[in-house]
């Protein structure tokens, strides 16, 4: 064999293995996280609106069964007209309160924003879209009134504006108290049920103490127990729409709050 061949096959030997086995081949590969999916808000927005009318439908079935329990039928025109009120108020404060999540994220994402900052954001819009909500959906209630020609005893008294406050409040720590729990490890669909159902009980209580108290003539016992329905009912099924919307918002995904 020549001398030109033996280097000829020295350089073959000697290039194959770098061909034939590249350096990564062997070692583990980690591959990249997926970047975490943002919630859409006008998806958001889009889920927590139906959801709200659900709710609203939801919380006026328990009444009418509460109602049916006592042997009290209620007329199609009563019911209509408490489904305008029941509806409007879950629509637009749970909108209020989601437009306060978006409004925190978009904090987020421009500058440090802490915590206790998110939680005021938030609160702002309960406190104010609450008052906003009792207001349309007494109008709207009071009209229907007045176009299907029936009169609906309210069952208590007390003035407009101390109910709206004390709506706004409610809603205000219900909306910060969610972007705490929501930040927390276990703060899934039950700490949100649960974060509704203490701020409903709480406010509910105070509420319906108002409303006795400047009450003009005696409420039934069914009056009183639907009236509790929906104040606990409202702040728990608006809790969990919020958090149900946002995770379809992000496509499925859990809510990671940031």
Not at 56 to 84: N, P, Q
Not at 227 to 234: D, K, L, Q, Y
Request: one cysteine or more; hydrophobic letters at 50%.
């Amino acid at each position: 064999m020549s001398q030109m061949e033996q280097n000829t096959q020295r350089v073959l030997r000697h290039s194959a293995p770098t061909e034939l086995f590249p350096a990564s081949a062997g070692k583990e590969t980690t591959p990249l996280a997926a970047p975490e999916a943002k919630p859409s808000l006008g998806k958001t927005l889009l889920h927590v609106a139906w959801m709200s009318i659900v709710l609203g439908l939801v919380i006026e079935g328990l009444i009418l069964i509460v109602a049916s329990s006592f042997d009290k039928l209620i007329e199609g025109k009563t019911v209509l007209a408490d489904l305008v009120q029941k509806v409007s108020w879950s629509v637009i404060v749970c909108i209020g309160l989601a437009l306060g999540r978006g409004a925190a994220r978009l904090q987020a994402a421009t500058q440090a924003v802490s915590n206790a900052a998110a939680m005021s954001t938030v609160g702002l819009a309960g406190l104010l879209s609450a008052p906003l909500a009792f207001a349309v959906a007494r109008s709207l209630h009071e009209g229907m009134q007045e176009a299907l020609f029936i009169k609906i005893f309210q069952g208590g008294g007390g003035s407009p504006v101390l109910l709206a406050l004390i709506k706004g409040l409610e809603y205000g720590c219900l909306g910060a108290l969610l972007v705490w729990v929501g930040k927390q490890v276990w703060g899934k669909a039950l700490a949100h049920a649960g974060v509704g159902l203490a701020v409903g009980v709480v406010f509910g209580a105070i509420l319906i103490g108002v409303l006795a108290v400047g009450a003009k003539a005696p409420t039934p016992i069914s009056g009183w127990l639907a009236r509790a329905i929906n104040e606990i009912i409202n702040p728990v099924g608006c809790s969990l729409t919020l958090y149900a919307a946002e995770i379809l918002g992000r496509g499925g995904q859990a809510i990671a709050e940031d």
